[in-house]
């Protein structure tokens, strides 16, 4: 259930005060306008009434994707995480107790987070089937081979997956010279990666709710 309430902050442009809504949780089943905007990167952006100007203001939030079974935490500073854990552990149990002849089915998967871009990123990747350790192995992959190829190219300081129109998988690479460049993945990538990789994933995902870029380097290195 959406848990929201209000807070007042003041526009850095023109001093003027305004309500903004700050969430705690967004279920998607019930909270389908919130959701949206989190989809869209719109939830923690917020417009001054007065002068238009636009403030980012970022949150511990809880995400709940109950159709494809995932939960993802926003927890911006890093002095969160175990509150953020706990969060998810008690939303984990309030699950089981409502449903719980579920339990059996697809097990839920859980994650923090520290962005809202992440959070997205990890939805489209959830809600298309896919499994979040993969693609983290396909960053390094992909960004070691982007440094062979281009050895004199700005290097690269973010990667964002993504479902294009067609169903392709891609990449946005993100260079330090505030460029950015789209590759795509070919499919069999992924299948390559998901069949060798899968039990080392599995080894370090017990009690892991951080799937990132040293998640995958601690995967490449299980003997
Ligand atoms: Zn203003």
């Known amino acids: ?8 902050i003041k526009c850095k ?3 003027c005060e305004f309500d903004i809504t700050v969430y705690e949780s967004v279920n998607g089943a019930f ?4 959701e949206e905007k989190l989809l869209k990167g719109e939830l923690f952006t917020h417009i001054c009434p007065n002068c238009g100007n636009v403030t980012a203001l ?5 995400y709940h994707n109950m159709d494809h079974r995932f939960m993802i935490h926003i927890c911006p500073a890093e002095d969160d995480v175990q509150e953020c854990i706990g969060n998810i552990k008690s939303a984990q149990k309030q699950i089981d107790e409502q449903f719980p002849e579920k339990r059996m089915e697809k ?3 859980f994650r923090i987070v520290s962005d809202e871009n992440a959070l997205r990123e990890k939805a489209a990747i959830f809600s298309h089937g896919l499994d979040d350790r993969i693609i983290e192995l396909l960053k390094l992959f992909f960004n070691s081979t982007f440094r062979m190829q281009n050895p004199s190219s700005a290097s690269v300081v973010d990667m964002l997956f993504f479902v294009g129109k067609n169903g392709e998988y891609a990449f946005q690479i993100f260079l330090e010279d505030d ?4 590759s795509d993945i ?3 990538f992924y299948t390559l990666f998901k069949e060798k ?8 995902s017990h009690g892991n709710y951080v799937v990132d870029g040293n998640f995958a380097i601690a995967v490449m290195n299980v003997k």
């Open 58 to 62: 970022s949150y511990p939030m809880l």
């Open 107 to 109: 097990p839920y998967t």
């Open 1 to 8: 259930m959406a848990l929201e309430h209000q807070e007042k």
């Open 179 to 182: 460029t950015y460049l789209v």
């Open 13 to 15: 442009d023109c001093s």
């Open 197 to 204: 990789y899968t039990s080392a994933c599995d080894l370090l």
């Open 186 to 188: 070919p499919k069999h």
């Open 31 to 34: 909270d389908v306008q919130a």
